[in-house]
């Protein structure tokens, strides 16, 4: 093979740029073959060795399993445990692929009856709490100290964060920062239980940027370090890496690589040496890419974003069916299979990282990394993420992208497929009702980049 490639003399980039613009006859190069990436992060028509980086970015995303004979790459497939579901529908899931439970919990639940034949020392829990944070946590570990279990067997982590309060039920920030301390010493004794998430998606399924998603949620780390008397060294090993994969495959993979070396660097900040191999990174399907006008092309999204999350270093994966609450049964099951899939028959678990050595994506890293940086820099110069609350800045941010993004599927400059181009049978428009979107000054709801083009539906 060596002597194959020999007979061909080496091209440089410039002489590539140089061809490519012979065969545009006239067109403008960057006009016609350039395009940004989230509006901000210029991309290149090709990629070439050039365009190496200079320190290559970390590939490993867990450590070295001790346990011999297992895949270099394990991911946990996780799926929810909504209200109303039963201890079968729950068993059922976990002896058909699942190996995670996302439960949902008011606080109220008899644990005993919903979970009975459940072992927690061999899957991981997650806790999204429907009520009083610190009522449902209660709840769940008095369930966990009445079965005996070794504290150290408890995997999985509580799907809260301090500004929940603030975002849902316009609260202080401060008094979710003294329920985080609360919640931090009732999980103290639980190492591998993650204390709270870094909530990314509250901002990504709002419609922001999904750069200014991270940008805020690292800012609202900062403050939480800040204002809680703990040691930031136990925050960032209790912290747990939320994020919501969108459907820009290639830069999503890039943004999650990305988010878990940003906060292995920002620990770096605080003297903490945390290497971004023992960041757990919790990535969920979007709602956000998704449109109430055609299911089918739904599970396709859903299935390219989950194996975006799978190339991202996702240590948990968490594929929703959109509009969960109401899905079928049939919906759920295909779900969580898609994980399944990826495993057994793409077979992603064989490498470590398989998009490893992609000039692109480590271009792309190194851009998002530096827009990230100069990012935090602007937000911390202007009081940080408390004062970016205070004054509206982050709600006005997230708002303006989002109208931004619905404006431009509504007029059809922003191509969504069984939605506003190539729409699907009136059979398919019709499975999901539609609901007016309506949000209090206070909230960041989750919407749908589609959802103007589907209220302009429903109105024709």
């Known amino acids: 093979m060596n002597e194959l490639f020999s007979e ?4 440089s980039k410039e002489e590539w740029i140089a061809q490519a613009k012979k065969d545009l006859r006239g067109k403008d190069f960057d006009q016609n073959l350039k395009s940004a990436l989230w509006d901000r992060l210029a991309i290149d028509p090709f990629y070439t060795l050039e365009d190496r980086v200079a320190e290559s970015f970390p590939t490993e995303f ?16 996780v799926v929810s445990v909504l209200p109303g579901d039963t201890n079968s529908s729950i068993l059922n899931a976990l002896e058909n692929g699942a190996d995670g439970l996302v439960l949902h919990l008011n606080g109220f639940e008899n644990l005993d009856e919903l979970v009975k034949g459940v072992f927690p020392e061999y899957i991981s829990i997650w806790i999204k709490p429907i009520g009083n944070p610190l009522f449902v946590l209660n709840t769940f570990l008095g369930w966990i100290e009445k079965i005996d279990l070794d504290p150290e067997k408890l995997q999985g982590g509580f799907l809260w964060t301090p500004s929940d309060l603030v975002f849902e039920q316009n609260e202080v920030f401060q008094l979710g920062v003294e329920l985080f301390t609360e919640i931090f010493e009732l999980t103290d004794a639980f190492p591998n239980f993650k ?124 594929v929703r069916p959109f509009e969960e609450e109401n899905c079928t049964e049939q919906e759920r099951r295909i779900a969580r299979n898609v994980s399944l899939i990826l495993r057994d028959e793409a077979y992603l678990d064989k ?105 302009l539906n429903q109105q024709l």
């Open 62 to 77: 867990q450590a070295k399993s001790e346990i011999p004979g297992l895949p270099p790459r394990i991911w946990g497939n």
């Open 8 to 11: 061909f003399d080496s091209v």
């Open 351 to 455: 490498m470590i990282d398989p998009a490893a050595g992609s000039y692109y994506l480590e271009k792309l890293q190194e851009k998002i990394t530096q827009e990230i940086q100069s990012g935090l820099l602007d937000l911390e110069k202007n009081g940080g993420w408390m004062a970016a609350l205070n004054s509206g800045e982050i709600h006005s941010r997230v708002r303006a992208y989002r109208e931004k993004i619905q404006n431009k599927v509504l007029d059809k400059n922003l191509s969504k497929i069984g939605a506003n181009k190539y729409p699907a049978s009136e059979k398919l428009r019709n499975d999901y009702p539609f609901h007016d979107f309506e949000e209090k000054s206070f909230e960041l709801k989750p919407t749908r980049a589609t959802y103007l083009f589907e209220l």
């Open 195 to 318: 204390a709270f998430a870094l909530k990314s998606s509250r901002y990504s399924e709002s419609g922001a940027n999904p750069l200014d998603a991270l940008i805020f949620t690292l800012g609202e780390l900062i403050e939480i370090i800040d204002q809680a008397q703990i040691k930031p060294e136990k925050v960032f090993k209790k912290a747990l890496l939320e994020v919501s994969i969108g459907d820009a495959h290639f830069g999503e993979i890039a943004r999650l690589k990305t988010f878990r070396e940003i906060v292995s660097m920002l620990a770096g900040q605080y003297e903490v040496e945390l290497e971004s191999k023992e960041l757990s990174l919790f990535s969920q399907t979007s709602d956000w890419s998704k449109s109430i006008l055609d299911i089918n092309t739904n599970l396709i999204r859903q299935t390219y974003e989950a194996m975006a999350g799978v190339f991202g270093g996702a240590n948990f994966l968490w």
